[in-house]
């Protein structure tokens, strides 16, 4: 049986590692795809900004 040289075993030990990294991304690329929506805070925060605003214009 031949013997790897250092350098082919650390070749191999990358592509290993490559493809394992390559699995986990595939695996977590769903999660990364649900983004929480923030328009909904910001259009309540502004209609509670411009209530706060017409309520101290008007007193």
Sequence with gaps: MQSLS???IQISF????N???R???ADHAPVQARQIN???MFVVSGL???S????S???
């Design 14 to 17: 990358l592509e290993v590692l």
């Design 19 to 21: 493809e394992k990294l």
């Design 57 to 59: 214009w008007i007193s």
């Design 52 to 55: 706060a605003w017409t309520l």
């Design 23 to 25: 699995r986990e991304a």
């Design 38 to 40: 923030y328009w909904p």
């Design 48 to 50: 509670l900004s411009f």
């Design 6 to 8: 250092s350098t082919e």
